[in-house]
């Protein structure tokens, strides 16, 4: 994506080329996520089919945090993965899109070709409905 492009979130929801997806149940995955670095700029999501695992990384010059989610964990309850994929994301505007994660159930995160990352939430309500909540965040661009 770069300066150039158009962005519609209308296109970003029925989109259809989605390179990444996985789905989590959020009882772990909040404890992972207390753990990012406040002090960092930027989240880096680097999903690899091959080896099969999410990995999760910020840095700082003092301290440096990563996480690594295998597929086939408990947390992890989809995956489908058709490229490897080094992202990063802002954390200040990504810590916003995470707020939401202690009311939910599952979370999913959505990738696709442009690199437009999507957290949707499943909030069930009471027994009988289940909500949706879903943010999206462009990804960091560096302008020469």
Known sequence: MDGTDNLSFDDAHHNTDVIARIIMLTEYLKDVLQELDSKSEFVEFIICPTEKKFMMSTYEAAVNFSVEIPFDSEI??????????????QLNLLRHALKPI?????????????MLLSIQYMIQLNDDTKSYMEFYCAPDVEFD
């Open 76 to 89: 992890v309850s989809h995956s489908e993965v058709k490229e490897y994929i080094c992202v990063r994301y």
């Open 102 to 114: 202690s009311m939910a159930e599952k979370v999913s995160f959505r990738i696709d070709a442009k």
